[in-house]
């Protein structure tokens, strides 16, 4: 069973930043592609970012490119999610995803394309 806890969402003002962390409860942590999605109140879940095993390769969602920054520290099991510049839009809850897989185009923008997943946490941004 692989475990994700997902920490440091909270509340912020327009302007600030947050960084996110999800720590995985496994050894091979370095074997998964990790994820983040963001879901708004009433709103579907949707891909912000994602990074392969190694750290090397990175894609983000167009509405987050610039302000957000994925990374992975694979001594710690842990993937990260640092938030700049925050805007009320991006208040949502935050969860973290693990694929068991390669990095493959089309499948790591996808819920389905992750196994495992966090209970998220919730970032609220004021105006």
């Known amino acids: 069973q692989v475990r994700l806890v997902e920490s440091g969402g909270g509340l912020v003002h327009a302007g600030g930043s947050l960084r996110l962390s999800c720590a995985v409860s496994?050894?091979?942590?370095?074997?998964?592609?990790m994820g983040w999605f963001r879901q708004a109140a009433g709103e579907e879940r949707e891909f912000v970012a994602v990074i392969n095993q190694s750290g090397s390769r990175k894609n983000y969602a167009d509405s987050v490119k610039g302000r957000f920054t994925i990374s992975r520290d694979n001594a710690k099991n842990t993937a990260y999610l640092q938030i700049d510049n925050l805007k009320p839009e991006d208040t949502a809850v935050y969860y973290c995803a693990a694929r068991d897989g390669p990095m493959t185009a089309g499948v790591i923008t996808t819920t389905i394309g992750y196994d495992y997943w966090g209970q998220g946490t919730q970032v609220t941004v004021s105006s």
């Open positions: 496994r050894r091979i942590f370095s074997e998964y592609v």
